[in-house]
């Protein structure tokens, strides 16, 4: 009898957590829902507003689905013939600088989490200090412009080549992936340090190198303020202060659209404007959003090798 009342009871208790456990998963996944709609939403919006009729977007007509679908927008903005050379420009930038940044990182990253290292930790608290503190924006411009680089393709890679919050970031990760007794065997072995980091420790990093890519990526792209102070030829502005020029010429001067023969009056100037404004976010936008879900698995694990252990 006893025995009986105690299946019982032990199969109550197992109906009340599985009840539990899916009432949790139903507010977990209702929760995560609602959030991607919340975060996904604005930016889908956009996307087919920049190719619906602007009156259908004023009058609150465009939801769920494009409306009066044109692309005149997009004919606006690729009918500057700086978009191509601001687009090449943008992608040899972040592709030189994001390579010379990553192998910077993990060089310093490395020799930061050794232990044999003599004055690491010296060293750490110097990359440390210009977190807090900088130079300003006066000093800095005579600094870059008595080396030269002042409108060069360097003066938009080697300024920031080193990123202190990313330095923490692989430090960390080799401390925790890379054991102290693996570089020892390897010393036995008679492996120089050198072909230790090459052989071993980079291919044991891809997902702090995919994760580091990434950041210094988006960096990159989006870099904006850099290339309006220190580049001064028009053919080496990057993408983003290419899609600001036509945004604020679509504003001051009518005959930017008239020279392409899209817009003929006023009416028509202020509609092609706000496709335009739309257009411009995702032309900007999209390369990031193509390139971002084939590193995602490397991203979230690397954020969490680097929340394990400071």
Known sequence: MVKQLEHQKGKFNKEKFKTRFSLY??????????MFFIIIYPLYWIVIASISDPDMVNAGMVLLLPQGITFAGYEAI?????????????????????TINVILTMMTGYVLSRKDMIGAKVLMIFFLIPMYFSGGLIPTFLMIDRMGLVD???????????SIFNVILARTFFLVTIPHELLENARIEGCSNARFFISVAVPLSGALISLLTLFYAMGHWNSFFH????????????LQVILREILVAQQDNNNVFNMAGLAQSEFERIRLAQLIRYGIVVVSAAPLLIVYPFLQKYFEKGIMVGSVKG
Do not use: E
Request: glycine share 4%; charged share 0%; net charge positive.
């Open 25 to 34: 998963n139903v507010l977990v996944y209702t929760l995560f829902i609602i």
């Open 78 to 98: 690729f009918t500057f013939p700086a978009i191509m050379t601001g687009f090449m420009n943008s992608i040899i930038y972040t592709v030189l600088g994001t």
């Open 152 to 162: 060069t393709i360097w003066v938009m890679v080697l300024p920031n080549a080193l």
């Open 227 to 238: 290339a309006l102070i220190y580049l001064r030829s028009h053919s080496m502005l990057p």
